[in-house]
């Protein structure tokens, strides 16, 4: 089975601090997803990797930045956070192949205070 | 521009009774498409997907999907619902212009059931 894990299920952090999300993949998976999701929005990406040091900005890549500096691991960046990045965040990997499922962690829900 | 819609935000029914939820999309080809469940807490999980081929697909759940290209629809049926399909519901389209590998997921369907 495809396992994707999220560093934290839950966090809280202050206004302005940097914040790191940390998502490892054990499926050996080229491409890896960050998505941010909010009622009645559904999900949005944020940023993708499709290889390591890689990186592709998503719909809404303001206010983030990423890393990926082994395959298995991508982390979410938040620079300075705000409170308006209060948000249930979401990472994926899928095979390079082709545009099939992408397999999803439990997700990390951030509140900024 | 690219886009799926899910008309109905929140859709309640009795267990055992049938399920269909509505997806729509625009897309300026042959999308692929699929659909995903959310149970509270958790990550989403692929239910089904089409590619290519038979235009009704079967997935996980007793879940299944109909692609109808005249209609830009992939709406997705249960014949009997159980108490544990409770869940949020996610169409997406791929693959994003801007982007082989991206996907574009609609705003979700929140599925209650009643005993």
């Known amino acids: 089975d495809v396992k994707v894990t999220q560093s934290s299920r839950y966090l809280v952090k202050r206004t302005g601090e940097k914040v790191f999300l940390e998502c490892v993949q054990d499926?050996?998976?080229?491409?890896m997803f960050w998505y941010r999701q909010d009622p009645g929005l559904g999900l949005r990406l944020i940023y993708f990797?499709?290889?390591?040091?890689?990186?592709e900005k998503g719909d809404i890549p303001e206010g983030y930045s990423v890393s990926r500096e082994k395959k298995e691991r991508f982390s979410l960046i938040l620079e300075s956070a705000s409170t308006n990045q209060t948000s249930m965040y979401l990472c994926?990997?899928?095979?390079?192949?082709?545009?099939?499922?992408?397999?999803f962690g439990p997700g990390t829900r951030l509140t900024v205070t | 521009a690219q886009s799926v819609t899910q008309p109905d935000i929140h859709i309640t029914v009795s267990e055992g009774a049938s399920l269909e939820l509505r997806c729509n999309y625009s897309?300026?080809?042959?999308?692929?498409l699929f659909w995903y469940v959310q149970s509270p807490g958790q990550g989403l999980q692929l239910l089904l997907k089409?590619?290519?081929?038979?235009?009704l697909v079967q997935g996980i759940k007793g879940f299944e999907a109909e692609f109808k290209r005249s209609q830009s629809s992939f709406n997705l049926r249960k014949p009997s619902v159980h108490w544990s399909d409770a869940a949020e519901y996610f169409c997406?389209?791929?693959?994003?212009?801007?982007?082989?590998?991206?996907?574009?997921f609609g705003a979700g369907t929140r599925l209650a059931v009643h005993p």
């Open positions: 499926m050996d998976h080229e491409n």
């Open positions: 997406a389209v791929g693959p994003g212009t801007s982007g082989y590998n991206k996907l574009i």
């Open positions: 897309y300026g080809a042959t999308p692929y």
């Open positions: 990797s499709y290889d390591v040091k890689m990186k």
């Open positions: 994926a990997s899928g095979p390079i192949v082709s545009v099939t499922e992408q397999y």
């Open positions: 089409y590619f290519s081929g038979d235009t």
